[in-house]
C-alpha cells in the first residue's frame, strides 16, 4: 500500500471501528495520460495530496503522531522528483499550512487552487 492508502484508512479507522487485513489488495494503475509531461502532472498533484495528508494526520489524527517522524523524508522525495524551485516550495508550503496548521486532507476545499491551477495548466497545453 502507498502513503495515501495507509492514511485514508487511517482517517477512516479514526471515525469508528476499523479492521486489520492482510488481504487488503491496492491496484495502482499509471495516470492514462497523452504526455509524459501530463503524467508528470498527475504525479506532481497525488504527490502533493500525499503531503498535505501525511501533515494532516502527523497532528491531527487519532493515534497516528509517530508519523511526524515521516515527514521530512516525503518532502525531500518530492523535491528530489519535482525540483526545488519556488513554485514546488510553495506548493510543499502549503501543504504542511493546510494539513498540519488547518487541519484539512487533501479532499478539502483547500486543496482545490492547487488543483484549479493545475487544470489550467493543462487546458494551455
Request: some cysteine.
Amino acid at each position: 500500500m502507498l502513503g495515501e492508502d495507509l492514511e485514508y484508512s487511517m482517517r477512516i479507522a479514526g471515525e469508528g471501528i476499523g479492521y486489520f487485513t492482510c488481504r487488503a489488495v491496492v491496484a495502482h494503475l499509471p495516470p492514462q495520460a497523452a504526455s509524459q509531461e501530463k503524467a508528470r502532472d498527475a504525479d506532481y498533484l497525488k504527490f502533493c495530496g500525499l503531503l498535505q495528508n501525511l501533515s494532516y494526520l502527523a497532528f491531527h489524527g487519532p493515534q497516528a503522531n509517530h508519523m511526524a517522524g515521516y515527514l521530512a523524508g516525503n518532502f525531500r522525495r518530492f523535491f528530489r522528483s519535482h525540483g526545488f524551485r519556488v513554485e514546488t516550495a510553495r506548493d510543499a508550503v502549503s501543504c504542511l499550512w493546510h494539513g498540519a496548521v488547518r487541519g484539512h486532507p487533501a479532499g478539502h476545499a483547500s486543496g482545490e487552487k492547487l488543483r484549479a491551477r493545475y487544470r489550467a495548466r493543462e487546458l494551455r497545453r
